[in-house]
């Protein structure tokens, strides 16, 4: 069985600067773990990929669900 991520271990604003940044979803953690070492000096964000998929989709059906999606996120 596979493991569930944890959406609520991914800090947002790390989170979409690496969406933002990132050529697709794939590449999103790596940009993910550059941003938080960027800002903390520690390599090890406190999340892993399977979580940052997690928040991904979560916040997705939250801005769908708001009608509040914007052409930025998906850049």
Known sequence: ???KGHPERVDPT???Q?????NSI????????????RATGDL???CDARDLYAWWDEYNGR??????V???VYT
């Open 14 to 16: 790390f989170a979409l």
């Open 26 to 37: 794939g590449s999103a953690y790596t940009h993910y773990i550059i941003a938080h070492y």
């Open 70 to 72: 914007t052409e930025e």
């Open 63 to 68: 801005q769908l669900e708001n009608q509040e």
């Open 44 to 46: 090890a964000p406190g």
């Open 1 to 3: 069985m596979a493991k």
């Open 18 to 22: 690496a969406i933002r940044e990132a």
